[in-house]
């Protein structure tokens, strides 16, 4: 097993993507804490499937966007294993629009979990890496950041591109201590994000996509394990595309 023993944090582990990463991390034999700030019971519920794969799991409600908040869950996690391997920014919302209907509110709320909740997340466990001289960190970016989305409001695109540059810079920075940091910019992958697709517009994204079908969220968990795992010691600064040959750079 790629991951045997190592402790990751995944936040926006409630559904979606988030929870394949943290079940792909389970099937690897990783200790796996979720965040998200979906329901206590719901949470408690991924956090039993994780532990299903005799791992240990650890359920934390936490707003990735209030840094008072993460700091404490990092603490928590401190407190009951002592260290923390792989942190999976994961948690991201999304508005759809364009610039003359967008709000104000919606733009802050966008950059301030995407963008920031990735920042504070990032902020909070670079002491615990440090002191390991090893960590991974994986930004989860998306296309949209590299190429720009029609569909979403204006605030989604820029907020992912941001998490680009951050991901670089951190990679940079923190390359002397032994951490890695990687995005993955997935495309058109399956979950609720993306259920409120009408069927014709399925189709036409399937049809701009090379390998002719949607995204699962197994697919961009399985790239999330590669870029935690020893295999990509020597990889970082690097935004991995999930997107079926979609867009290449
Ligand atoms: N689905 C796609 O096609 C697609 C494409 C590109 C990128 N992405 C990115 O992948 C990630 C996961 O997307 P998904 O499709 O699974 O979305 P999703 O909406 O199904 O899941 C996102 C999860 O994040 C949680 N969350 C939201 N705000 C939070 C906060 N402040 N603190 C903690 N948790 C919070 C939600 O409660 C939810 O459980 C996002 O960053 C998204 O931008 C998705």
Not at 6 to 15: C, P
Not at 102 to 113: A, C, G, K, L, M
Request: with cysteine.
């Amino acid at each position: 097993m790629a991951l045997e023993g190592r402790v990751a944090l995944v936040t926006g582990a409630g559904r979606g993507i988030g929870k394949a990463i943290a079940m792909t991390f389970a099937g690897e034999k990783a200790h796996v804490v979720v965040n998200d700030v979906c329901s206590r019971n719901e949470l408690e519920r991924v956090a039993k499937e994780v532990s299903a794969f005799n791992v240990e799991s650890m359920a934390i409600q936490a707003d990735v966007s209030q840094y008072d908040q993460v700091k404490e869950m990092i603490s928590q996690i401190e407190k009951t294993f002592q260290r923390l391997d792989i942190l999976v920014n994961n948690a991201g919302i999304i508005r759809r629009g364009n610039i003359e209907t967008v709000t104000e509110e919606d733009w802050d709320q966008v950059i301030r979990v995407n963008l920031k909740g990735t920042f504070n997340c990032c902020k909070a466990v670079v002491d615990i890496m440090k002191r390991q001289r090893r960590g991974k960190i994986i930004n989860v970016s998306s296309v949209a950041g590299k190429m720009g989305d029609i569909t979403s409001a204006p605030g989604y695109g820029p907020s992912k591109a941001a998490i680009d540059g951050l991901t670089k810079t951190l990679a940079r920075q923190l390359a002397q201590h032994g951490i890695n940091v990687n995005g993955v910019a997935p495309h058109a992958i399956e979950t609720e994000m993306s259920a409120e697709w009408s069927e014709e517009k399925r189709r036409s994204i399937i049809e701009a996509i090379p390998l002719k079908r949607l995204g699962k969220p197994e697919d961009v968990a399985e790239a999330v394990i590669f870029l935690s795992s020893d295999k990509a010691d020597f990889i970082t600064g690097e935004i991995l595309d999930v997107n079926g040959g979609f867009f290449m750079d």
